[in-house]
């Protein structure tokens, strides 16, 4: 039994630690790719471009998330009962690396604590 602990919390510190880990990178490709139209807060810009922080959105399976990513968004979403009508283009040109830590980081900023880690083959299975 005591074997078990220990291999579990040797397991879930490696997790925390991967985790930790993706955000960092995640922090510095959202400055790059992100950050001029949702913000350095993660707040965007109201009727242009949708928040990131405490949204309805961020609530959908993190497969929607990735799919925005990749494939972009066109036509109305609402968020947080407020309708944006803008295009995002298809961030297709980042790695999966890129795509997996810009979301672990989204999910964990800003007051965002949601569970789970993305990883870059969950990204890969989506992008075709």
Same mark, same amino acid.
């Given at each position: 039994?005591?074997?078990?602990?220990? @291999?579990? +919390?040797? =397991?879930?510190?490696?997790?925390? /630690?991967?985790?930790?880990?993706? *955000?960092?990178? @995640?922090?510095?490709?959202?400055?790059?790719?992100?950050?001029?139209?949702?913000?350095?807060? #993660? /707040? @965007?810009?109201? #009727?242009?471009?949708?928040? +990131?922080? /405490?949204?309805?959105?961020?609530? %959908?399976?993190?497969?929607?998330? *990735?799919? $925005?990513?990749?494939? @972009?968004?066109? #036509?109305?979403?609402?968020?947080?009962? =407020?309708?944006?009508?803008? $295009?995002?283009?298809?961030?297709?040109?980042?790695?999966?690396?890129?795509?997996?830590? *810009?979301?672990?980081?989204?999910?964990?900023?800003?007051?965002?604590?949601? %569970?789970?880690? $993305?990883?870059?083959?969950?990204?890969?299975?989506?992008?075709?």
């Amino acid at each position: 039994m005591a074997l078990l602990t220990i @291999g579990f +919390l040797a =397991v879930s510190f490696q997790q925390d /630690k991967a985790l930790k880990e993706s *955000i960092a990178r @995640g922090k510095e490709a959202y400055a790059l790719y992100c950050q001029n139209c949702h913000m350095e807060n #993660g /707040k @965007g810009q109201e #009727g242009m471009f949708p928040p +990131l922080v /405490k949204t309805d959105f961020m609530q %959908k399976p993190v497969e929607a998330f *990735i799919n $925005v990513i990749l494939k @972009g968004q066109q #036509g109305t979403i609402t968020v947080n009962g =407020v309708q944006y009508n803008n $295009v995002m283009p298809a961030q297709d040109y980042l790695t999966n690396e890129q795509i997996a830590d *810009i979301i672990n980081y989204t999910r964990n900023s800003w007051g965002n604590k949601l %569970k789970g880690m $993305v990883t870059p083959d969950k990204v890969n299975g989506l992008r075709n």
